[in-house]
């Protein structure tokens, strides 16, 4: 008998394979889970060494406002409709969704139900929503091209599979990861001011 865990990766990879990839059509598909894997999927293409031409900054001002949403407290997930039919493009479906995929389906190996009723508490996700945002930020403000982007963005998406997996364990390597990016980026800032 499959885990939901499972059904996961193989609900995604059924998804991605379709012809027509949006945004919105991941929210229909995967339920109480859209939050977390929405702003999975929105940070995944900065968390990656890829070139993406840009996108990801008009990506991480989309997944502030999910994360925004969690810390509110809202129950569904609201997105713009330029958002929901925005395609997920060659760039995504061709290189990131398989690495997302690999990534996924290791998580569910090694996850198991960690402080699950804690990450259910509604302060709880409202805590996380405002630390998320605070990565996404992060990343956000990066310098371009410095690849400061990376830690912060990487930090959500692990927070995010740890919320999907109810696994606390993963949850706190996410914002140890993202911390640290923060913390670089801070460190970058303050010795650029100095040379200023």
Do not use: N, Y
Request: aromatic residues 6%.
């Amino acid at each position: 008998m499959e885990s939901s865990d499972d059904q996961l990766s193989d609900q995604l990879e059924a998804l991605l394979q379709t012809e027509h990839v949006t945004i919105g059509s991941l929210t229909d598909v995967l339920d109480e889970r859209s939050f977390a894997v929405v702003l999975m999927v929105l940070m995944l293409p900065s968390a990656l060494p890829i070139p993406t031409g840009g996108v990801t900054h008009v990506l991480e001002v989309f997944a502030a406002l999910i994360a925004l949403q969690m810390v509110v407290g809202r129950h569904e997930l609201w997105l713009p409709r330029r958002l929901a039919r925005k395609e997920l493009g060659a760039t995504f479906t061709g290189k990131a969704a398989p690495k997302l995929l690999r990534f996924i389906r290791w998580f569910e190996r090694h996850s198991r139900p960690r402080l699950a009723r804690l990450l259910d508490r509604r302060p709880v996700v409202s805590v996380l929503g405002v630390v998320l945002l605070a990565f996404v930020i992060g990343a956000f403000v990066a310098p371009p091209f410095s690849g400061l982007d990376t830690l912060p963005s990487l930090g959500v998406v692990v927070v995010c599979l740890g919320v999907v997996f109810a696994d606390g364990l993963i949850v706190v390597a996410g914002l140890v990861i993202g911390v640290v990016g923060l913390v670089l980026d801070v460190l970058l800032a303050a010795a650029l001011w100095s040379l200023v």
